[in-house]
């Protein structure tokens, strides 16, 4: 199961930390988002041994991060820009490390149910 929260409405240049309260161990962990009009497309991943990804859209604002202890996921999005905007989830696939077709939200087989982010000019 994973839950979402922390989305929220911010002007462009603020920050949101979103979280994903995650049950899980061993698997390839994302965050995904969806902007109107556009297809999900994963914005970072993190593998169980913690190397991780990013789309060049938001490498060097947002940083993903996870406690295994708390069992959740994080985003943290700084320098947040209007096109931020969108559907945030959570998503998750049973294995070791994340394949190299990692931004591809068909990659993933477990979803929750997003968080909103919407960024104003």
């Known amino acids: 199961q994973l839950v979402e929260s922390g989305g929220g409405a911010v002007q462009a240049g603020g920050s949101l930390r979103l979280s994903c309260v995650a049950s899980?161990?061993?698997?390839?962990m994302a965050w995904v988002r969806q902007s109107p009009g556009k297809e999900r497309e994963g914005v970072g991943s993190?593998?169980?041994?913690?190397?991780?990804r990013y789309s060049d859209s938001v490498k060097g604002r947002f940083t993903i991060s996870k406690d295994n202890a708390e069992h959740t996921l994080y985003l943290q999005m700084d320098s947040l820009k209007s096109d931020d905007t969108g559907m945030y989830y959570c998503?998750?696939?049973?294995?070791?490390?994340?394949?190299?077709?990692?931004?591809?939200?068909?990659?993933?087989?477990?979803w929750g149910k997003g968080t909103q982010v919407s960024v104003s000019a």
């Open positions: 899980y161990s061993d698997y390839c």
């Open positions: 993190i593998a169980t041994d913690g190397s991780r």
């Open positions: 998503a998750a696939r049973y294995s070791f490390g994340c394949p190299g077709d990692w931004d591809s939200s068909v990659t993933y087989t477990w």
